[in-house]
Structure formats: C-alpha cells, structure tokens
C-alpha cells in the first residue's frame, strides 16, 4: 500500500486545490498544500529505495479456464524507481520554482491538473502489467486531450493535438498487440518477463510516445505551456515510456529482426542528430523541448536495440532532470545562474557522473558509425545546454522575500535527486563508464566553443548574428528538414492511399448497393460456389 | 397425374414471365394468383388436399390483398414503358428458363432424388425467376410479389420432403405477414403519388 | 398454479406489444407498460429459481420448461436464461431510449414481438423451425424500420429480400443434414450440405458479399431502431447456430468448419474496417462496424476448440451496450441535424461536449479500446487466432484498425472550430437529461472493461443449453 501513498497524496492535494479555488481562492493555501503534499511525496519515494523491489496486486479477472486473462498490479523496482524519484522531484521543483512565477502562467488550477498528472505519470511508471499501463495510458492520453483541446487554438492547432493523440493511442494498440502475441507465447506475463517475441511491439508502443521510433514531432508549438506546469504536462508521460524502454529484455531484437538493427540504429542516431541540431537552433529551451525529449530518448532507445537496456535508465534520467533544471529555470537570477552547471555535470557522461553509465548502451553491439554520430549528438546537447546556461539572468529584486528562498530551493532539490541517482539510483549506476566516449563528447564540445569564439561570438551570448550566413543557410536548410523528420509526408501519403482505396471500395458499395446489386451480390455467391466446388471436384 | 403436373409447371412458367416482362399491377397480381393455383396442383401431389388448400387460400389471400392496396392507392400505368425494356426482361426470362431446364436434372439427382423432376424444375423455375426479378426491380410491391414466388417456389419443393403442421403454419404466417408488409409498402408510396384528377369535375 | 416459460418470455411479450400498439396514441401509458413488461422479464430470468418452484405466500408457482405447439415444442430452459435475460435487458434499455429519443412509436411494441419471437426462436424444438420465426421476426422490424421514412428505402427492400431468402437455405439443409448421419464424412453431399447450411447464415448475417443492406439501412433508418437491430439479430442467430455444432458431430470435430469460420470471419472484419475507415457518414460506419462485430463472431465460432464460444457468448453483452450507446447519441444529433456525415457535424463537440464524446465512447469500446467493455474479450481473441494462425491474427488486427481510423476523424471533424475571425470556444447547448443517460451506459461500459469476471462471466451459463458444446 506504500506505493500508493504518494499517488493518493497528490490526486487528495489536487482535489483540495481544486475545491478551495472554486470556495475561496487563496493562492497561498493553494501553494502550501501543493508544497506540502508534493514534499511528503518525494519524501516516501525516498524511503521506498529501501524497499525495493516491491509489488501491489490490485484487481486479477480470475477465469476458470483461463478464457480471460487479465491482471493490474503496480511494481516497484530498480527499473522504476529512478524514474518515479526523478517525476516527484520534478513535480516538487515545480511547485517551488512555480513562487518565482507567479506573475506568469503559475496558479492553483495549473497545480492542481499537475498534481493529478503526476499522481498518474506515476501510476503509469509502477505498472507492473501491459493492462495497467495501457489503462493508464488512456486516462493520461484523455485528460490531456481534453486539456488541450479546450486551449482557444486554431483548426490547424486542433488537428495536430488529434494526431498527436492518434500517435499515442497507436502505440497503446501496438501495446496491445503486443501483449496479445506474448501471452499466445507464454501465456499471462508482467513487465519483468516481456516474451522476446512481443518485446518489438512494446518497443514501438514507448518509442511512439516518445516521439523517437519512428520519429514524430506533430506537435511543436506550445503557447500554453510554457514554464512550470507544462513541464509536468510535457515530461510525465515520457518518464512512463522510459520505463518501459528499460523493462524490455536484452534479447529483444530476434534473429529476424537482426539484418535491420543497423538500420534502426541508423534512424535513432540520425533523429538525435536532427534534435539535437533543432535543440541548439531553438529560440529558448521551451521551444527546444520537444527536441530535447528526442535527443535523449534516441539514445535510450538505441540501448534497447543494442541489448542493454539498464543503460537506458540513464539517458533516460538526463533527458528529466538536467532538462527540467534548465526548463523551470525561469525568471533567470544571475546568481543562480551557478546551479546549471550541475545539471551539465549530470549530463556530460564522464567517469562516475550520473550520465556515465550510458554509454554502455552505445556500444553494447561493438562500436560502429552510429555510435559516434550519438556521441556528436551528445556534444550538440552539450553545446545547446551551455548556451542557455551562459545567457545573462536578472536581479533577485524582482521575487518576493519568500520567494528568493523557494524559489532556488526547488532547483536544489533537482541537484539533489540527481546526485542521489548517480549514486544509488540503480545496480551499476555509480561507474566510471567508457570514459573515452566522454571524453570525445568533452573535447568536441570544448572545440565548438573555441570555434565559435574564433568566428567573434563570446559568451553569455553564443549565437551566431542573424544576418551571419550559416544563419541564412540554417534558415533554408531547417524548415526542409522539418518537412521531413516531422514525418508530416507519412501522413500526407497515409491520406492519399486512404483517399485512393476510398474511391475503389466507394465504387463496389455503388454497384453492390445500387439497383443491380441483387444480381452483383448473386453473381459473386455463384462465383465463389464455382471456386469451392471445383477446388472440391478438382 | 403427370399431365396434371405438366401443366402445372407450364402455368407456373407463363405466371413467372408475366410476372417478370410486364409492370402492370393487374397482371402481376393476375399471374401471381395463377401461380398458386399451380403451385396448390404441385403440393396436393406430396400433401392431403386439406392441408395443400392452405397454400392456395393464403397465396389468393396475399394476391388479394396487394391487389387492393394498389387498386386504392391507383397505381399508376405503366404502359408508357419502353417495349426495349420489356424485351430485356423477357430475354432474361428465357435465358433463366433455358439454364434451369440444364441444371434441375443434376439437382435433383444430387439433392433431391425422392421428388419428380417436375416438381424439382418448377420450385426452382419459380425460384429462379423471382431472383431475376428481385435483382432487375426497385419497386416495392414488385419485390414483395418476387419473394412470395420465391417462397412458393420453396414450398412446392419442400411439401415433397416433409409434411409438418407446424412447418405449414409458420409458413402460412411468414406469407401472410409479408403480405402485409407490401400492403404497407404500396400505402406508403401511395401518400405521395398525385390524386388522380376526377373526370367531369365542374 | 403451472406456468410454461415460454407463455413467461414468448406469449407474454408478443400479447404486450399488441396492447401498447393498440394504445400507442396514450404515450405514457404505453411506454409504462413496455418498460415494465421487458423489464419484468429480465429479472424474472435474473432471478429465476433453480429448482422452477416460486412460492408467493399460500400460492406456489411451479414452471414447466416446454409448451406444446402445433406437433412440436418450444422449450426454456434456465441454462438459456441468462441469453434471454440479456436479450430483454436489451429491449428495456432500447425501450427506454426510445421514450427520450425522437424514435417512431412503433419502435416499442415491435421490439416486444421481435424479443418474443426471437426467444421463440431459441427454444423450438425441432430447432430448425426457428428460421422461420426469425423471419417473422425480421418482417415484424419492417415498419420500424421504416417509419421515418417517405417511401421504402432500396435498404429495406434489400433487407428483406436478402433475409427471406436465407430462410428456406436454412430449412433445406436442415433437411439435407438429417440424412447425413450414416454417410462417410467425405461423401459429397456432407459437404453440399454444410454449403448450403452456410449460404443461409451468410444471408441471416450479411456476411460478404450479403451484406450490402446493413449500411444501407444503417443510413436510411432511425439509429436507434437500426442499432437494436443490428444487436438482437445477430445475436440470436449465433446462438441458433450453435444448435447446429451441438446435434451434429461432424460439424463440431471438422478442423475444415472452424478454419472456415475464420477465415470468413476475418474477412469480415478486414473488409468492415477499411468501409469503416472511409466512410464519411456517421449511420454508415456503425453499420459496417456491426459487420465488423460479426466478423468477431465468426472467429471467435471458428476458434470453438480453443474456448471461443465462451467469447462469443461473452461479446455480447458488451456489444450490446456500445450499440445502445451509439445508436442513442446519434438519435440525439440527429435532432439538431438531417445528415450525420463528418461535414456537417463539424465543430459539434464544442456545443455537444458530452455527447460528443459519448459517441466517441461507443465507437472505441466497438473497437476494442483496452478499458472499455469489448477490450477483455477481443484481446482474448486476437491471442486466440495468433495462436491458431498468425498471418489471420495480424490481418484481423489491421482490419480492426480501420474502426479506429474512423474515430480518430470523428474527433478531428467534431472538434474542428468554425472558421472565425476569433477562435470558437467551447460551450455546452445539451441538456443534462440529453446525456446523462449515456453517461450512466459509459459508466457501465467502463465497469465491464475493469470487471469482466462479474459482468461478463455469467452469459456463458449458456453454454450449459448445448449439453455437447460445454
């Protein structure tokens, strides 16, 4: 029942929230509640690292005969643990940086649908069954639409939150598939035996809602959700899918499958490249978010396909933590500016650095081409993450007394959970990894700066002038690329067959359904008694 | 008894053509009302006159009844109908007619070796024509007309397999109700048809 | 006192729907009285007393499970109980959507003389006369089904014709099958046989290439009179069908039948869910989704051995309550508009919120969206036909996606806002009395998604009817 207490403690403080907003709005109430309910929460996923692993059956179908089988039940492990510590960590930071906004989008109703979102971001990462997760999947996925959908948005708007939703329920049906094809193999399982033969489908269900295999970018720009609580929108249900990725056997890729892992790896280094491209071009670090989530989550995905998917877990934590130090970092105190360089240091891989252990999933199939092009891919991130972090912020003045001292206190706790991650997040987690990798990634990043500063570009701004050429040439190259790594001609093309068989099987409901469709109909039925019969008579 | 069969599969030929070549309400139900005159002669072959009777007064009944409707409703005439579709129709009777006359042999042998041939040829003639007629019609009372040939055609071959009261009932009842389906079809499309202007209105 | 259970659930219905058509001008009363009769039904086969003894104070009731009828027998037993308590649970719901749905008068006591005859249908012994009932049955639905309507639709022509011939298909193998017994199992006329036993059902069910009269009355019919429809006959027809696999053995043990079975089945579902997926009219993609569902049927008859007639029993109650749920919002914005089609239901989900997604609602539990109702059932299926035959399974599973496909376009097109200067925001012009009926059923479908074990588990009781099939 200890797994539950922080997911009732959130969805109570949401309800609590929400009840007193509409009774009597009070925003300070409101902050507290969310606080306090959001640091006892982090508090007893603390403690529930000395539990490990543990498990909570909730509800079994039972059918005599086996005809329905069908379990929910809630796990807690080394492959969950992580992710749930870094989403409550999240949450907390964002309740206490949200101080810092509150002349900005932070308000009792955005806490309290972040509360809720979090409560279910972290049942969806206790799942302990497919039927769990795809129940939750669909809860989560129906909120956000509904949230979504309710934003004043443009038709153009519309259609990609619906395809977004498409892309997210597509997944829960190759979840489904999936789940189907292993219990045909082995009978009722959960997520710590998922059969190698569905293993690919579970696969493409995260990597779908990823966004990262195959790469789906439908929805970039987010003019509500911005800081704070959008953050929680935007990183919750990654946190579920990376669990998923690491609870995939390391036998996953069948010898079937095998001739087209380089291919897959491939797409994976050529979608972190892109991100990352995308990641550094970006305006600020909100529109680069969703090029951020690609970045790291190719990575984690390429550890899977390469047989090691407990190095996942650690691409996996960079892409929260470190993404959502710099995220909630905002309004930027120049003072505080020092905090970031943490979050650099949980992200440059090096020898016993929470990233470290990482790169075991590069090379876990021997190093090749793709690897290094994940390497350059991390060097890019690297480069995009100083060029935040060297931006200049403003003067503590413009918080309020109380919030000059919770506001910096929930960046700290970020720092902390990775710290605690590093260290005893996971088996092998405190390791000095290949370090040589780290160090590629290091002095590659070292040379773009010197290469930028060579071109007259000094920190805190490291751009390049917009009238410079290589922006003129980005500017033409990049909206081409988006064309296609949006895959927006996927769905073009998908609508154009859609279009074509619709003409076809328009024209045979015609004749069937028209005034000679009796004999159309009688003329197929001494057809088809013609074939069987003479397949019979020979 | 063969001659009487004989003809009876001759009037249920010419009943089946009319039916299908002309759309004149009278001559169909005419030739419908013939039809179950030859098909009670088939049925009283199998079954006791008593129980065949029972198809008889049902399929006048059902006649009757569509007959009414479209008296009431004063269908309108349909003579101005090309005689290009008659010939149509008819050739498709013929052809109908042709293919049965080839197939019923083997059926009869491989289904229905108990029954006389007659009686094989004339359930499927019937059969058969009121299919044509179903697949070339979007009339209602036609289609109505088409399946009740159908389901005498049914009959006649299934009074030779098995005398059920119970069988002759439901039947009864299934022809009767689908009478009155096409008495409220023809109702229905009456509501929108024209009144006819009354000769020497003032 | 003695009373036959089918005097309880056949005659008593059918002389019902005689009385509320007769007082169908006194709408209230002749609502009182349908409700309370399919009603009173349902928990009466609810609660039925195993040992057929009700004892009311100084009376006691004892129930016979045969009626004689002309020659011949129609038989109730308890083990069918459950299947006719879902049938009548179904006409009281349908009944009830009706009294707050713009549905033909009609509607109420037809739907008490289907359920009677359909019920009929089940228990007559010789079985094979049920064909005949169920074309009663089907004749009974005709004005229903077209009330709303100017003239006869080419559907309902289309109906007709193609269900009256099914029937005497049925009656003629039913004939031919008798004298198979001392026959080698790969004479000719075993084969002859199951083909013509098979055109029949393929007629009663609209198998492919039969089909073409359930989108066709799907559009031109009242969504409410089509969707109880498209429930009641099917279902009955299955089960009818399995009268067939309990008295022939040849039938029960041929791996060519069930591989058949299949195979059509997943035709079925192939070729539903691509019309499903192209269809711009709302009626008509509910009709080719019931095709769809038929499909399912025929796949879940065809994996028997494999346990899947307890799925085919058990699809039913689901099927039931997403078919009430569908054809009841559509009712309901068939008030506001002539044509359902993606066009003209542009932007309805930002007046008709709940509604809206009332209807989006019964279209994923059809398709088998994990929570909802079908879901249980139909995983179970696709890791039944895996297991049987991959290649089928993955096609089955493609060709449900077209369902989906449909929804997802559904959404888009419901959405969509109008093209103002100024976005359009949302706004709720539906009453609560217009969808809170729904939500109640959505509450209902979702429990039968977390809880199949309670309300799914107790229709396949009615396996035990069918003493070789269990």
Redesign the interface.
């Known amino acids: 029942m200890l797994l539950l207490l922080p997911v009732g403690l959130l969805l109570i403080a949401s309800l609590t929230i929400f009840i007193l907003d509409k009774l009597q709005p009070r925003f300070g109430t409101s902050w507290l509640v969310a606080a306090v309910a959001s640091s006892i929460a982090w508090v007893v996923v603390l403690f529930l690292r000395l539990r490990l692993p543990t498990s909570l059956p909730i509800l079994s179908w039972g059918f005599p005969g086996d005809y329905l089988v069908g379990r929910l039940s809630l796990l807690l492990d080394y492959d969950s643990w992580p992710y749930i510590l870094a989403l409550t960590t999240i949450t907390l930071a964002v309740i206490l940086s949200d101080a810092a906004r509150t002349r900005y989008d932070s308000n009792p109703q955005a806490w309290s649908a972040g509360l809720v979102i979090t409560g279910f971001g972290l049942l969806a990462i206790q799942s302990g069954t497919s039927l769990t997760l795809m129940l939750i999947w669909i809860i989560s996925d129906l909120l956000e639409l509904v949230y979504l959908l309710r934003l004043k948005s443009s038709a153009q708007h519309n259609l990609r939150i619906i395809i977004s939703y498409g892309v997210r329920t597509a997944a829960i049906l190759s979840l489904m598939l999936g789940t189907s094809i292993g219990r045909q193999v082995s009978g009722d399982f959960d997520l710590t035996g998922i059969p190698q033969q569905a293993a690919f489908l579970f696969m493409l269900a995260a990597g779908l809602r990823l966004g990262v295999f195959p790469l789906n970018l439908p929805f970039l720009k987010e003019p509500e959700l911005r800081r704070g609580v959008g953050n929680i929108i935007r990183l919750a249900p990654v946190a579920a899918s990376l669990t998923l990725l690491a609870r995939l056997p390391a036998n996953l890729i069948s010898p079937a499958l095998e001739p087209w892992l380089p291919l897959f790896n491939g797409l994976l280094a050529l979608a972190a490249l892109y991100a990352a491209v995308r990641w550094i071009s970006a305006t600020d670090e909100i529109e680069g978010r969703p090029f951020w989530i690609v970045a790291w989550a190719a990575p984690a995905t390429a550890s899977v396909l390469n047989g090691a998917p407990q190095a996942s877990l650690a691409w996996g934590i960079a892409l929260l933590l470190p993404g959502s130090l710099l995220f909630l970092y905002y309004p930027r105190i120049q003072r505080m500016n020092f905090l970031q360089y943490f979050g650099l240091l949980g992200l440059m891989g090096l020898p016993f650095t929470p990233l470290a252990s990482g790169w075991f999933g590069l090379v876990a199939n021997g190093v090749n081409f793709w690897s290094f092009l994940f390497v350059i891919a991390h060097a890019l991130m690297i480069f995009g993450f100083l060029i935040r972090i060297f931006e200049p912020g403003g003067q503590p003045g413009i918080l309020e007394s109380w919030a000059r001292l919770v506001y910096p206190l929930g960046l700290i706790v970020i720092i902390q959970a990775l710290v605690a991650l590093g260290l005893v997040g996971w088996p092998g987690s405190f390791t000095p990894g290949i370090w040589w990798l780290a160090l590629i990634s290091t002095l590659l990043v070292i040379g773009a700066v010197i290469l930028v500063q060579r071109f007259g570009i000094n920190p805190p701004y490291l751009h390049f002038p917009s009238n410079s050429k290589f922006v003129k040439v980005m500017e033409r190259v990049l909206p081409l690329l988006e064309k296609v790594f949006r895959l927006e001609w996927v769905y073009r093309l998908g609508w154009q067959i859609h279009a074509s068989l619709s003409k076809v099987f328009r024209t045979i409901s015609a004749i069937l359904e028209g005034?000679?469709g009796?004999?159309w109909t009688?003329l197929l039925l001494v057809l088809l008694i013609l074939v069987i019969t003479g397949g019979n008579g020979g | 008894m063969m001659l009487l069969s004989t003809l009876a599969f001759i009037v249920i030929v010419i009943s089946a053509m009319a039916i299908l070549v002309f759309r004149d309400w009278r001559i169909n139900t005419g030739a419908l009302g013939i039809q179950y005159l030859a098909v009670f002669a088939l049925v009283a072959l199998s079954w006791p006159v008593g129980m065949s009777v029972i198809k008889l007064i049902v399929g006048w009944m059902a006649s009757a009844a569509i007959a009414l409707s479209c008296l009431r409703q004063n269908k309108p005439d349909t003579s101005s109908e090309s005689s290009a579709s008659l010939i149509f129709r008819g050739l498709v009777g013929l052809l109908m007619i042709i293919l049965i006359f080839l197939l019923a042999p083997d059926l009869q042998a491989?289904?229905f070796p108990r029954l006389d041939l007659v009686i094989v040829q004339s359930g499927i003639m019937l059969?058969g024509m009121a299919?044509?007629q179903?697949?070339?019609t979007?009339s209602?009372y036609l289609?109505i007309i088409?399946?009740l040939s159908?389901?005498a055609g049914?009959e006649v071959?299934?009074a030779g397999?098995?005398l059920?009261?119970?069988?002759a009932?439901?039947?009864v009842?299934?022809n009767l109700?689908?009478a009155?389906?096409g008495v409220?079809?023809i109702s229905?499309?009456g509501?929108?048809a024209p009144a006819p202007e009354e000769e020497g209105a003032e | 006192m003695n009373i036959n259970t089918p005097i309880l659930w056949v005659l008593v219905p059918i002389f019902m729907a005689l009385v509320t058509g007769t007082l169908f001008q006194r709408r209230t009363l002749s609502l009182i009285l349908s409700i309370s009769t399919a009603l009173g039904l349902t928990l009466l086969a609810i609660f039925f007393p195993e040992d057929l003894t009700l004892s009311l104070g100084p009376f006691t009731i004892t129930f016979v499970e045969r009626l004689a009828?002309?020659?011949?027998q129609i038989t109730i037993v308890s083990e069918m109980l459950p299947l006719v308590a879902l049938v009548y649970l179904a006409t009281t719901l349908w009944i009830l959507s009706s009294w707050v749905t713009d549905t033909p008068e009609i509607f109420r006591p037809t739907s008490l003389v289907v359920s009677g005859l359909l019920t009929a249908a089940l228990g007559v012994q010789p079985f094979l006369?049920a064909a005949?009932?169920i074309?009663?049955a089907i004749?009974?639905t005709?004005?229903a089904l077209?009330h709303t309507?100017?003239?006869?639709s080419?559907g309902i022509?289309r109906y007709?014709?193609l269900q009256?011939?099914a029937?005497?298909f049925i009656?003629?193998a039913g004939?031919?099958l008798t004298g198979i017994f001392t026959l080698p199992p790969d004479s000719?006329?075993v084969s002859?046989s199951m083909l013509v036993l098979g055109l029949g059902f393929a007629l009663l069910l609209g198998v492919f290439p039969f089909h073409s009269w359930v989108p066709m009355i799907s559009e031109s019919s009242h969504p409410n009179v089509t969707s109880f429809l498209l429930f009641i006959l099917p279902t009955t027809i299955l089960t009818f069908g399995l009268n067939f696999f309990d008295r022939y053995a040849f039938l029960r043990t041929s791996q060519d039948v069930f591989q058949v079975l299949r195979m059509i089945g997943g035709l079925m579902v192939v070729l539903g869910g691509i019309w499903a997926a192209i269809q711009d009219d709302f009626k008509r993609a509910f009709g080719f989704a019931a095709l769809m569902e038929t499909g399912f049927s025929l796949i879940a008859l065809g994996l028997a051995i494999q346990g899947g007639l307890n799925w085919l029993l058990m699809l039913f109650p689901a099927r039931a309550m997403a078919y009430w749920l569908w054809g009841y919002t559509l009712s309901k914005f068939e008030v506001h508009l002539e044509t359902l089609n993606l066009q003209t239901m542009q932007g309805f989900a930002r007046r008709f919120p709940f509604l809206s997604l009332e209807l989006v609602t019964a279209q994923f539990s059809i398709a088998g969206l994990p929570l909802l109702a079908s879901s249980p059932v139909k995983t179970a299926l696709f890791t039944g036909v895996l297991d049987v035959a991959p290649g089928l399974g993955i096609w089955v599973f493609v060709g449900n996606l077209g369902l989906f496909l449909f929804t997802f376009k559904a959404i888009a097109s419901l959405v969509k806002p109008a093209e103002q200067p100024m976005p359009q925001s949302w706004s709720k012009d539906e009453k609560l009395s217009d969808y809170l009926p729904a939500l109640i059923i959505i509450v209902v479908i979702i429990l039968m998604g977390l809880f199949p074990q309670i309300f799914l588990d107790p229709i396949r009781t009615t396996l035990t009817a069918f003493t070789q099939l269990q």
């Open positions: 005034e000679g009796l004999l009688l | 491989n289904f059969i299919l044509v179903l697949g070339t979007s209602a289609t088409s399946l159908f389901l049914f071959i299934h397999l098995e059920s009261t119970l069988l009932g439901l039947m009842i299934v109700a689908l009155l389906v409220y079809f229905m499309e509501e929108l | 009828f002309l020659g011949r006369y005949l009932l074309q009663t004749l009974a005709i004005p077209s309507q100017k003239r006869p080419p022509l007709l014709g009256t011939i029937m005497p009656l003629i004939w031919l000719p006329l002859q």
